[in-house]
């Protein structure tokens, strides 16, 4: 929400010292977000940097899903999801309860549905399990937080509400539980991701350690 609020159009961002490694520096006077970011294995506050406040002649280390590849990202998704995808002119928009569906309008974006879908199936699970949650604000919170981690993976355009829905997230997590929230949401979208990454064979960027070990 923090990445969100700064800069909506973020892509990618990682520590300043995580750009060095694969060969991008951040601009002088750029002003990094404040976030979590994990150091030996804890959680601290630090900051981040888009790729857009970075330089270099090196890609970003984001695998990027092509236009041709989303109608099958999206098919892959659908595998995933415990109910079918469904595309209408009207009605509700997200899962629907009473069609026991996930619905889409029909001239959506194909980019736009791809990162909507993994809330949507995160929140169509829930209410397998337990019928009337779906509408719980923080599942809906939960859910939200699982996209847009999918969505920076990669580099996706966040859903439009992502900002709005997860403004005041911390609300809603018991005390003391804030690391266990956050490793369960990476766990579920490090799931999802890792199926389409597959599916479609794409590779992340290598830092330059890696590329060396690889020579």
Sequence with gaps: ALVLQTLPQARAVLTAKDWDKFGRRVN??????????????????G??????????????P???IKPEQMDKAI??????????IIFQNE???????????IVFPTAMPQREVL???????VIATAEQHTPGISQAPYL????????????????????????ATLDGMDTHIP??????TLEEIRELSVTIGDTVEKALGLQRGQSAPQRDEAR
């Design 91 to 101: 009605g509700v928009v997200g899962y629907d309860a009473e069609q026991h569906a």
């Design 62 to 64: 984001i695998p990027e």
């Design 175 to 180: 005390p003391d539980e804030e690391r266990k």
């Design 140 to 163: 809906r919170k939960t859910a939200m937080a699982v996209s847009v981690e999918f969505c920076g993976r990669f580099s996706l355009p966040m859903p439009d509400t992502a900002a």
């Design 115 to 121: 990162a909507r879908l993994p809330a949507e199936i």
């Design 75 to 84: 098919k892959e998704l659908e595998r995933l999801s415990p109910v079918n």
């Design 28 to 45: 002088k006077g750029a002003k990094g977000i404040p976030q979590l970011v994990r150091v030996n294995g804890y959680y601290n506050v």
């Design 47 to 60: 900051s981040i940097f888009d790729v857009s406040m970075t330089y270099g002649n090196k890609p970003y």
